[in-house]
């Protein structure tokens, strides 16, 4: 059984950082691709940021380009972080992991979800 469990959100002044964790277990790791996507309430979900297990590649959005980073760790148990910079009010949201078998800026290519973390950045 694939499960997702994320963790680390909490509330931030803008300026500052948050490190976002998401423990994976139940699935072959290096052949997916693992994603951060967020949710503001009434808006559409975002694909934050994703990594290629295979090849480690990286997607970032052009919203978190530079401020975001996606690792993950899977020399000891299979972990996916995402270390967020320079945080914003407009980076509050729900942020979810959720993996896929490719690398893709597209929600609906990502098949198993966490449960979400929830990220408030006050002005």
């Known amino acids: 059984e694939v499960q997702l469990q994320a963790s680390g959100g909490g509330l931030v002044q803008a300026g500052g950082s948050l490190r976002l964790s998401c423990a994976v277990s139940?699935?072959?790791?290096?052949?997916?691709?693992m994603s951060w996507i967020r949710q503001v309430p009434g808006k559409e979900r975002e694909v934050v940021s994703c990594t290629s297990k295979s090849d480690g590649s990286t997607y970032y959005a052009d919203s978190v380009k530079g401020r975001f980073t996606i690792s993950s760790d899977s020399n000891t148990e299979n972990e996916v972080f995402l270390q967020m910079n320079s945080l914003k009010p407009e980076d509050t949201a729900v942020y979810y992991c959720?993996?896929?078998?490719?690398?893709?800026?597209?929600?609906?290519?990502?098949?198993?979800w966490g449960q979400g973390t929830l990220v408030t950045v006050s002005s």
């Open positions: 139940g699935i072959t790791f290096d052949d997916y691709a």
């Open positions: 959720a993996d896929g078998p490719r690398l893709s800026p597209r929600e609906n290519d990502y098949d198993y």
